[in-house]
């Protein structure tokens, strides 16, 4: 499987166009690149690394594991679960598995699983139906939009599940893909005028 989500030194390698048979799917409200901002929530996640070979089998574990782990302690799910990709190379990526949770609450795990904040900011969004190997050319879509609005990505991408992989037909998933972006610099304060030009005292003065 190729790399779809390299992220190295800001810049990420990602995938062109959205699919025919996934664009005739798309609703209404599924548009290309809608900025958003993303609120803080707690949230409730299990970091790791996986292998772009194995995925969405990946993803399908880690987000057991985590509601494993809420469902035990009796948590209120706050949010759709998501993917945060913290870094990415050709052969796989780092992950944080997380849900946002109810919270905060007293007693925070140990181990693997851990609770923190979901990213926040300014971010667009893109909307993908279907297989989680299909999302390649959605990625190579982010890509050039990215480009051509020549906008910064941050250090990380979300994927939102919309419908829940863990009980949902792998072709009948909606998933948001998320990236923020780079806060812009300052805007440089404007310039003064420049000063009216001094009469020239050579001239003769009126009479």
Do not use: C
Request: proline fraction near 10%; charge should be negative; glycine fraction near 8%.
């Amino acid at each position: 499987m190729l790399s779809r989500r390299s992220l190295a030194a800001a810049t990420l390698a990602l995938a062109l166009a959205i699919h025919p048979g996934l664009a005739a799917q798309a609703q209404q409200e599924d548009v290309f690149g809608a900025e958003i901002a993303l609120p803080e929530k707690t949230i409730v996640y299990l970091q790791g690394t996986g292998s772009w070979d194995t995925a969405y089998e990946t993803v399908v574990e880690a987000f057991k594991t985590v509601h494993e782990y809420i469902d035990k302690r009796g948590l209120k799910p706050d949010g759709d679960a998501m993917m945060i990709y913290t870094g990415a190379d050709d052969t796989g990526f780092d992950y944080r598995a997380a849900v946002p949770v109810m919270g905060p609450f007293d007693n925070p795990p140990k181990g693997d699983i851990a609770v923190g904040t979901s990213p926040t900011g300014k971010a667009y969004k893109f909307i993908h139906r279907g297989t989680y190997d299909g999302m390649e050319n959605l990625y190579e879509a982010i890509t050039n939009f990215f480009d051509e609005k020549n906008l910064e990505p941050g250090d990380l991408f979300i994927e939102r599940y919309v419908t829940d992989p863990r009980t949902t037909p792998e072709d009948e998933l909606v998933i948001e893909v998320v990236f923020p972006v780079r806060s812009e610099g300052p805007v440089d304060a404007p310039k003064a005028p420049d000063p009216l030009p001094t009469p020239d005292e050579t001239q003769p003065k009126p009479q």
